[in-house]
């Protein structure tokens, strides 16, 4: 089962990697000032992937916990089915608004990148703007999706100790 978890350790760690590969392909390539922007923000992708297949790979190695038998039954399943869902409903229907903002993000960031040899102030503004905002709301979907996930443990039918 997933314990707390420490946000900011991973996504900082994900940030220093995506800015270490935009260094370092800015420095292999030298590029123009344009493009160092346009890498440096594509290269924020990267790390954000990198963290969460590290992230689920750490959840494939939990245990899960057994629970043990007794002769009492726990009648209150149907308080725990309609908690479940509650929870499912919410975190279904945040996933779903964020998941159109990703989209537009992301076509946000299509349209800014087509115009990328002759780019202007707005488009080194709304770029990385754009790509933040695109990687953040991938974030939020990855982590309610694997808070709604853990929910599922209250489907579980428990026997009671004596």
């Known amino acids: 089962m997933m314990g707390k978890e420490n946000l900011k350790e991973g996504v900082l760690t994900g940030i220093a990697i995506s800015l270490a590969i935009g260094i370092i392909v800015s420095i ?3 590029p123009t000032f344009n493009s160092i922007i346009f890498i440096l923000s ?3 992708l990267p790390g954000f992937f990198f963290m969460s297949l590290l992230h689920l790979y750490k959840l494939s190695k ?3 916990s057994k ?3 007794a002769k009492k039954f726990d009648w209150g399943i149907e308080m725990n089915l309609k908690k479940l869902q509650i929870l499912h409903n919410r975190y279904y229907s945040m996933i779903q608004t964020v998941g159109i903002l990703a989209s537009a993000s992301f076509l946000a960031m299509i349209i800014i990148a087509k115009d990328f040899p002759s780019w202007g102030t707005g488009h080194l503004i709304f770029f ?3 790509t933040i905002l695109f990687i953040t709301f991938l974030h939020l979907i990855f982590r309610w999706w694997l808070a709604m996930r853990s ?3 209250l ?3 428990h026997n009671l100790k004596e």
Do not use: G, N
């Open 28 to 30: 292999i390539f030298k």
């Open 42 to 44: 594509l290269a924020l």
């Open 62 to 64: 939990e245990r899960i």
């Open 67 to 69: 629970v043990t038998r």
């Open 128 to 130: 990385p703007i754009s």
């Open 151 to 153: 929910d599922y443990k």
């Open 155 to 157: 489907l579980q039918l």
